[in-house]
């Protein structure tokens, strides 16, 4: 059997009486901004806010692939792109409810993840980045071959049911709390699986292959399943990002966008706040989605070239903490090594 | 189309081949060395060999105000032709490739996540620090070959550019180069040493770290060789090695990201493979081809997940 002992091991710390004074706390915020931001903040805000949430169970996806399962991907802003353009096809060409929508991205980004998973699975680790690198950098140019070079809008609408009290004008609030609810049941049920044995098999596939081997856990399958699933999150979250902006584009995928995603979760996912990891992908979330905001409102700085525009760009910014990230990690990993030898 | 025709066709997009084919195969050969040396995918080596291209520039410019730190070339005044402006941009990779390894990969030891975490930061800041020096405009490069239209040589109707034809031989030369350091000289016994068994190799008194350190710093001079003499005919853009790289990946799992040799044949069945894949299939243009790279990879690591490698030397790590 996988060693009960493991609930102890930070990355199993989801697991270990949930929630933590210090989740609870968090979560009780989180609900209540839920309820008063929308309220408050303006429709441009609230959008920013809308995606926030969607990008969150990306970060869910990618902790999971990451920490639990010490896999790599590269490619899920890809995988989201996947699941947007599900979502949106699903509803244009073959009438589905937009507000179920998100399943038809979920079930995309499952599949194609199973795509990638299925050969690269079997060879090291390296072979994952590199298939969904390269899916990241296609992805853009295979929907400009199936859209063509303009965005699709959504056929379709979210209109607030009457006694939600939202005037016709504030869609934005209704598309707001029908995000939030799906990554609310989304986490939730994340949360569930990962508390079981099944999380504990994910973690020991990681670990202790081997031994999970020898105890009956097929690790192959698993980690396929593991793949599909934190590709079906990326999916489902562009299921959602539908929702607040109604049309699907190339330009919203890059692979720059991949690789933000990836340096995220390196920088905050081996944190963990009051025992929770998955709390960490919130903050990812706002960094990714708020940071641009932030620049644009500082044209200067975008534009400025030379060293101070180098320390003032977007991206230096990630690249310096992916290296930061990177670092810390390896010298965590060498004082392991040192202290088990 | 008559068949002569048809058959100077095929052999154009052949000859065209050629040029993208060594490209490919430098950055394959040179993902390969460091990946079968260290277990490091390096997916910035693409971003490192578009840097020496804007090096090439900047020894090309000489002491030119438009182009960012030529005015650390003041002392020399006059610009570099164009062989020097490459051996320059060349050399000054390898520095860089070693430094790298040294200030970023080392501090790694080894862990899969943080090193390609810290290869990803440096393709992130190798494209910013160029951007933001720059700009993102072309720039413009000259061939180190003939470049006129009476430069070629007519094969069955279809031209072969002397530019294509030096860009071609000079690649295999240096790849040929260090495949025979590899085998003839003691660096190259303890580099394949190291690839065999790195514990072993320490024991026997290989100063591992330095060996690979030179690896890295020989493969950074492989990209940046491709990157200097391909930079004459892509143009030197800051996105200029996006697609190179994914071919160059896809070339090096033909040989199971292993195998020097064969990534160097994969980098050439690539590039004939995309050429003649744009060219005979009405729906593959030029960009799509990178998505039908990418079904490739899936087919070959499906199908043969140790690339053109038997199952015993990707095992053993000892395919050449």
């Known amino acids: 059997m996988i060693d009960p002992g493991a609930a102890t091991d930070p990355a199993t710390a989801d697991t270990a009486r949930w929630p933590s004074r210090f989740t609870a706390a968090a ?68 009438g589905f409810p937009p ?42 140019i295979v929907l400009r071959q199936l859209d063509g070079p303009l965005p699709v809008t959504l056929d379709g609408e979210f209109i607030a049911p009457t006694w939600t009290g939202i005037a016709p004008n504030d869609e934005h609030i209704w598309e707001f709390w029908i995000v939030v609810a799906w990554v609310a049941v989304a986490f939730w049920l994340l949360h569930g699986l990962l508390s079981g044995p099944i999380g504990r098999a994910l973690v020991a596939t990681r670990d202790e292959p081997t031994a999970a081997s020898t105890f009956g856990v097929s690790v192959y399958r698993l980690r396929l399943a593991g793949v599909s699933l934190s590709s079906g999150l990326a999916g489902l979250a562009g299921g959602l990002m539908l929702v607040p902006v109604n049309f699907n584009d190339q330009s919203l995928y890059p692979e720059e966008l991949s690789i933000k995603l990836f340096a995220l979760t390196i920088a905050f996912g081996s944190t963990a706040i009051g025992g929770s990891r998955l709390i ?45 990230a990177a670092y810390a990690r390896g010298r965590r990993a060498r004082a392991v090594r040192s202290y088990d030898a | 189309m008559p068949q002569s025709a048809a058959v100077t066709l095929f052999l154009q997009r052949v000859f065209d081949a050629m040029s993208n084919g060594s490209a490919y195969a430098a950055l394959a050969v040179a993902i390969s060395m460091v990946f079968r040396s260290t277990g490091v995918l390096n997916l910035a080596q693409g971003q490192m060999a578009m840097l020496s291209a804007y090096i090439a520039v900047i020894f090309a410019s000489g002491a030119d105000p438009g182009v960012a730190f030529s005015g650390w070339l003041t002392p020399f005044a006059t610009p570099w032709p164009i062989w020097a402006s490459i051996v320059g941009a060349v050399v000054i990779s390898a520095v860089l490739g070693a430094l790298l390894e040294y200030t970023v990969i080392r501090p790694m030891h080894g862990d899969p996540v943080p090193t390609i975490g810290a290869t990803l930061g440096l393709y992130l800041l190798i494209g910013v620090f160029v951007v933001k020096h720059f700009g993102g405009r072309q720039r413009f490069f000259d061939s180190p070959f003939p470049q006129e239209h009476t ?47 790195r514990d072993s190799a320490a024991l026997l008194g290989i100063r ?8 890295w710093a020989v493969a950074a001079g492989l990209g940046g060789l491709a990157g200097g003499l391909i930079a004459g005919e892509l143009n030197v853009r800051p996105s200029m090695m996006e697609r190179l790289l994914i071919f160059g990946l896809a070339a090096a799992t033909l040989g199971g990201l292993r195998s020097p040799a ?59």
């Open chain 2, 208 to 215: 591992v770290e330095q060996v690979v350190m030179a690896g």
């Open chain 2, 151 to 197: 430069d070629r040589f007519v094969i069955g109707g279809a031209r072969l550019w002397f530019d294509t034809i030096g860009l071609t031989l000079t690649m295999l030369a240096a790849i040929g180069v260090l495949a025979l350091i590899q085998r003839t000289t003691k660096i190259g016994l303890a580099f394949r040493a190291i690839t065999s068994n």
């Open chain 1, 280 to 324: 960490m992908t919130v903050p990812a979330a706002a960094v990714l989605v708020l940071l641009p905001v932030w620049l644009v409102d500082r044209p200067g700085w975008v534009i400025q070239g030379g060293w101070i525009g180098l320390l003032k760009a977007e991206f230096f910014l990630y690249a310096v903490l992916l290296l930061v």
């Open chain 2, 262 to 320: 064969l990534a160097l044949a994969g980098g050439y069945l690539f590039a004939f493979a995309e050429t003649i894949m744009a060219g005979y299939v009405g729906f593959i243009d030029s960009q799509v081809t990178l998505v039908w790279a990418l079904g490739m990879l899936i087919v070959v690591l499906s199908v043969r997940p140790s690339g053109l490698l038997s199952r015993k030397a990707a095992r053993q790590g000892l395919g050449t």
């Open chain 1, 99 to 140: 507000m179920l929508m998100p399943l038809a991205g979920f079930a995309a980004g499952c599949a194609v993840g199973a795509l990638l998973g299925i050969p690269a699975l079997r060879l090291p680790k390296a072979y994952l980045a590199l298939l969904t690198l390269s899916a990241a950098v296609a992805f853009p």
């Open chain 1, 27 to 94: 979560l009780a915020v989180i609900a209540a901004l839920v309820v008063v931001v929308p309220l408050r903040a303006s429709s441009t805000f609230l959008t920013d806010v809308t995606q926030l949430a969607a990008f969150c169970l990306v970060f869910a996806g990618l902790w999971l692939l990451t920490h639990r399962m010490g896999l790599l991907s590269v490619g899920h802003g890809a995988l989201t792109g996947v699941g947007a353009y599900a979502a949106l096809h699903a509803v244009n060409d073959f």
